[in-house]
């Protein structure tokens, strides 16, 4: 894992990113890998575009999709592809108005507890994304939320699998927030991923979450504004939504590869190229497969 010619040559990991076989698909994932992406994690799609899964039986058979999307990138691309499936807190959220509190409860409760399975089967290698609602809910909500988003913590520490968090965006207040309940569930704190984070990786900032960092504009400057040392425990995002409905919601498959060689150039100006490396090294490569681990392919 080097640098040459002033651009790194080693492995380049997005950790969440979403790809539609109905939608861009492998061609997607194609502008990845051309663009010099390595790895990704595949995370679960809801079907917010289409009917949400009303039983068990009908996410099992999401889940299925997910897995067999990944086997096709795979064999099609040739990236290392590691799954990460849970049920979204949005499908929770607009549940409970359909289906009411206990019921959409217990569905994404056994819904946690099937992605698990398959995480304990090597299928899978993280929860998520799971978490509250990003938007303003009623307070019944809201607590409800956080009970549950407590409950499903305690799942993933006992299963010994990590998360991916999808929540709101507060900056170190959320952190805070999220930490407290991290240690009342007995989750290791580094075990929880902030996914779609802020560029400030900082201890005081993050609370000693894991941020899967989202790689727009200004990401490159504040990451290096605050990274700490080699040893953060932050990697790189796009959150990439392959929805033609939604196109430029997020950030394109090509973002991470480009906001690597970018983050690679400047810091060339203000550390030795060893520590560069390292430093590269450790986001794509050391953090994430401690992480995430291995893969059944």
């Known amino acids: 894992m080097t640098i040459s010619g002033g651009r790194w040559t080693g492995p380049i990991w997005d950790t969440h990113i979403h790809l539609d076989l109905e939608a861009r698909g492998l061609s997607a994932a194609r502008d990845f890998a051309n663009a010099g992406g390595t790895h990704i994690c595949l995370v679960h799609k809801p079907g917010f575009s289409s009917s949400l899964p009303e039983s ?20 099609n691309v040739g990236l290392n592809v590691h799954v990460i499936l849970g049920p979204h807190p949005v499908v929770w959220e607009k549940q409970v108005h359909s289906m009411g509190m206990e019921l959409a409860t217990q569905l994404h409760l056994d819904s946690v507890e099937l992605a698990l399975n398959y995480c304990a089967e090597g299928q899978a290698v993280a929860l998520g994304e ?24 305690q799942m993933a520490s006992r299963a010994g699998f990590p998360i991916q968090l999808h929540v709101e965006d507060n900056g170190s207040t959320t952190n805070a927030e999220l930490a407290s309940i991290c240690d009342r569930a007995g989750l290791n704190r580094k075990r929880a991923v902030h996914h779609y984070a802020s560029a400030n990786v900082s201890e005081q900032f993050t609370h000693g979450l894991s941020s899967s960092v989202s790689m727009g504009k200004n990401s490159v400057v504040e990451l290096i504004d605050s990274f700490e040392c080699c040893k953060s425990s932050w990697t790189m995002e796009t959150d990439y939504l392959d929805d ?54």
Do not use: C, F
């Open 244 to 297: 033609p409905k939604r196109p430029g919601a997020v950030l394109g498959p090509k973002t991470v590869p480009k906001r690597t060689q970018n983050l690679a150039s400047e810091l060339l100006t203000i550390l030795s190229q060893n520590e560069v490396e390292e430093l590269l090294s450790h986001v794509h490569s050391v953090w994430p497969n401690q992480l995430y681990g291995q893969i059944d392919p």
């Open 130 to 153: 799971v978490g509250r609602p990003h938007y303003p809910v009623s307070e019944e909500i809201w607590s409800a939320a956080n009970i549950q988003l407590e409950t499903v913590m």
């Open 56 to 75: 068990i039986e009908q996410v099992d058979e999401a889940y299925l999709q997910t897995l067999d999307l990944a086997k096709s990138v795979r064999k």
